[in-house]
């Protein structure tokens, strides 16, 4: 693997091993594990519903995404069970008492959905959360992205980056545009939650809305392998940092890629490369 130091020998390295890890993740934006599961979390079970919100970069060149299908009204009497499903689902203290609620609405909705739905965005139970946020995505309407977005902000939601992954991969879906208070919370994601599922979400959404120019530079500074400075220096991170850092690249530099052509039609490899074509069209509007 290139770019990896050696394990580090010096007696001073091995004595910052302990401290310098969460001070570089904290001066990076990188605090590995900020994604911890909470109380009342439960690990996903294999086949548990959908995959993860960015579990596989988007490829360079793939199409926009597809509008999502039309929602079937349902009558006041066809409603009547799903509705008592999510009032359950609302109260539900595990997932699994919860998901089958969520899962029977797919494809059709009514007038009393949304109101359960905006409670389950914020349920104690971040899995209940995650699921109902990936719901969204296919579930358009005037209100849809505020919703999400009085969710987004709620304290309950503060930290759950799987929800919030899951609620961008649904804003993606719908098309929906950012104003600058939220795309400030969209890049706090890809600095303070840099776990695979995390910052794939981050630049799916922007491959599939595609006109925001935002990004650019914070995608085409990530293009870079990451290197270790000397082994030598007291200041450097142990080779466990780099390690976790290397690999992280590795699984979402394509991501990025597939991002910056959607938004530029380029297609770059590094960081020079990026810089250097936005340096010679600049009525493209991006600054480095």
């Known amino acids: 693997m290139q770019g990896l130091p050696p394990a580090p020998e010096a007696t001073t390295l091995r004595r910052a091993a302990a401290v310098l890890p969460l ?15 909470r109380e009342g979390d439960v690990a996903p079970r ?8 960015g579990d596989a970069p988007p490829r360079a060149g793939d199409p926009a995404p597809s509008p999502p299908p039309a929602l079937r009204t349902l009558t006041d009497t066809e409603a009547e069970p799903l509705v008592a499903g999510l009032k359950k689902a ?21 007038k009393d959905f949304d109101p359960l739905l905006s ?24 209100k849809t992205t505020g919703t999400i977005w009085r969710a987004w902000i709620h304290p309950v939601n503060d930290k759950r980056w799987a929800v919030k ?20 919370e969209v890049e706090k994601i890809w600095k303070m939650a840099p776990n695979v599922p995390a910052m ?3 630049t799916a959404y922007f491959t599939a809305v595609r006109t925001d120019k ?43 890629i597939a991002a910056l052509k959607a ?26």
């Not at 001070?23 to 599961?37: E, N």
């Not at 209940?128 to 005037?142: C, N, S, Y």
């Not at 992954?165 to 400030?184: E, F, I, V």
């Not at 650019?216 to 007291?234: F, H, I, Q, T, Y």
């Open 23 to 37: 001070a570089f993740a904290v001066l990076a934006g990188t605090a590995f594990g900020a994604d911890a599961p």
């Open 46 to 53: 294999a086949g548990d519903g959908a995959p993860r919100a």
């Open 90 to 110: 609302v109260r539900a203290r595990k997932a699994e008492d919860a998901l089958p609620a969520l899962e029977a609405i797919a494809g059709v909705t009514h």
């Open 119 to 142: 409670k389950c965005l914020i349920h104690p139970h971040a899995t209940i959360a995650e699921k109902t946020a990936a719901l969204f995505g296919d579930r358009p309407g005037p």
């Open 165 to 184: 992954s899951a609620m961008l991969a649904s804003l993606g879906r719908l098309g929906a545009t950012l104003d600058a208070k939220q795309y400030d």
């Open 200 to 202: 794939n979400a981050v």
């Open 214 to 256: 935002r990004p650019c530079k914070l995608l085409g500074m990530w293009l870079d392998e990451p290197r270790a400075g000397s082994v030598n220096d007291a200041s450097n991170p142990p080779a466990g940092y780099w390690e976790a850092r290397w690999k992280l690249w590795q699984a979402t530099k394509g991501g990025a």
């Open 263 to 288: 938004i530029t039609g380029q297609t770059f490899d590094s960081s020079a490369q990026a810089k250097a074509w936005f340096d010679a069209n600049p009525k493209f509007g991006v600054k480095w």
